[in-house]
DNA sequence: GGCCTACTTGCAAACGATTTGCAAATGGAC
DNA sequence: GTCCATTTGCAAATCGTTTGCAAGTAGGCC
């Protein structure tokens, strides 16, 4: 995982602490796993399942319930959201401020998924008018297709 | 489920015989199953579920694998599309030419999932430059928030 | 500091939609 | 009819996710 962003999911927080602020703002106990998973999810960006985070946690931080519970428990306070794959494997991604909701690639051919950071053109942030009276709270735009990756190396077999 | 569309799968085909048609056009065998498989689904419209259409077939008709299997078939052939529910659930609908890919609304609260027929803005159908090259083939569009019908129950509460 | 209670955790078992292996049945070409 | 690839039912496996429960812990209070 790549780092995008410096604790930046409570406005104005100090460098200190941060994880612990983070809990106590959101009324959870701060506890040594979920400091080191906050810790973890500091250190990355992107999507990134349960289990990836679990592997990427200092050995014995926690079990991988108790990360399941923790990403459910991001999402409810509106720290993390979550994708759900085609393949029906739950994806998570930090919301902080500077990672705002923003459309995703889903690749055909090797199943990544990458991150379409301020490509969503102006017009498709504005939803369109519900005809069934529904109340839309948010969009998810999910492009599928070939990834650039998997391109090349289609070009490359094709060549040979 | 609600009839919306005549058997156009396949432009210009006669009445009689139709499934037997459709499948001889995909290059699958003429199965009792498959026939009654494709007249349920002629019969209904909207997403359904691999469970769903099993409980809508006549007693017997096939194995619930079998029904995966041939929706499966149906989606690699470009007759069914396939959405992965938040829950994981798989759902299809037919792709016949009454039934173009459409946005859909999947309600938070019972988590019903509607067609948005014909409301997909114009903007919309453009696909916006994919910023890291990656080959865009189609876009899936999905509202999330409280559907029309939790909306009046709420309402109704309140009142109470 | 100790006490108390509600919240957290690890563990193992359950879950449930979907997939798969396999042997028997059958479609369709000849 | 013969033959072979395809299709099927059945039951078991899959696997990411959830859950029950007993033991452990955070944090408010005195
Ligand atoms: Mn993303
Ligand atoms: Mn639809
Ligand atoms: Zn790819
Ligand atoms: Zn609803």
């Known amino acids: 995982m790549q ?11 100090e460098n200190a602490c941060q994880a612990a602020k983070i809990l106590k703002s959101i ?3 701060v506890t040594p796993a979920r400091v080191l998973m906050l810790e973890t999810l500091h250190s ?8 990836a985070l679990h592997e ?19 999402v409810r306070k509106n720290l ?3 994708v759900t794959g085609t393949d029906g494997v739950l994806y998570y991604e930090m919301a902080c401020s500077h990672n705002p909701s923003h459309p995703h690639f889903e690749c055909r051919s090797c199943g990544r998924i990458y991150c379409l950071e301020g490509c969503l053109p102006e017009e498709w942030k504005h939803f369109p008018a519900c005809p069934q009276g529904h109340g839309v709270e948010s969009v998810s735009v ?19």
Chains 1, 2 share one sequence.
């Open 3 to 13: 780092t995008i962003c410096k604790w930046t999911m409570i406005p104005s927080m």
């Open 27 to 29: 009324g959870a106990r």
């Open 44 to 51: 990355g960006c992107g999507l990134f399942t349960a289990q």
């Open 56 to 74: 990427d946690l200092p050995e014995g931080t926690a079990d991988l319930a108790t990360v399941y519970r923790f990403l459910a428990l991001l």
């Open 80 to 82: 993390a959201r979550e």
């Open 142 to 160: 999910v492009f599928r297709g070939t990834c650039s990756n998997c391109l090349g190396k289609l070009e490359k077999e094709a060549k040979e």
